[in-house]
């Protein structure tokens, strides 16, 4: 017998409705899940790398191994060129004048799922948002972004 807490009254039927989702809301794989849920759909800022001028650094891209193709882009240069392209092999002639001899893959195989890539002395006209642009077989491609932010850049001592 359950005693209704509102007006005092006894009862032998089952939980009433709203027992119900009160009990619901307290069993622990439902909060769990509710939890999961509320994470997966929580939108997640892109990756921002920071450097001072003349370093090198890398910018992280993972994804399955054995893609058709891989390419790097700065979407404000992507029609002149990419930072880096493979298909197959690296493709220096399909680079971006900019990013020719500053750009090289920090798995040169590009097979294994590690599409990062070190470029090289940078400065502040590197600054901005770069693509790793994964191709796969039959797929949509897949796309992951970086943000690189350089500072301190050098100014000459004697004009």
Avoid at 8 to 25: D, E, K, L, N, Q
Avoid at 142 to 150: A, D, F, G, I, M
């Amino acid at each position: 017998m359950r005693t209704n807490t509102d007006t005092g009254h006894r009862s032998s039927a089952g939980p009433s409705p709203a027992a119900s989702a009160a009990t619901m809301h307290l069993r622990p794989g439902f909060s769990l899940l509710l939890c999961a849920t509320v994470v997966h759909m929580a939108p997640v800022p892109d990756p921002q790398v920071s450097a001072e001028t003349g370093q090198n650094v890398t910018l992280q891209c993972r994804g399955p191994p054995d893609p058709a193709m891989v390419k790097w882009v700065r979407p404000d240069l992507e029609r002149d060129g990419y930072v880096l392209y493979v298909q197959g092999r690296i493709r220096p002639s399909y680079h971006h004048e900019a990013y020719k001899n500053r750009v090289e893959p920090l798995d040169p195989s590009m097979k294994n799922g590690v599409y990062s890539v070190v470029l090289m002395n940078v400065s502040s006209s590197d600054n901005g948002t770069y693509k790793c642009v994964i191709g796969m077989q039959g797929q949509e491609p897949t796309e992951q972004k970086v943000h690189l932010q350089v500072s301190g850049e050098l100014l000459p001592l004697c004009q």
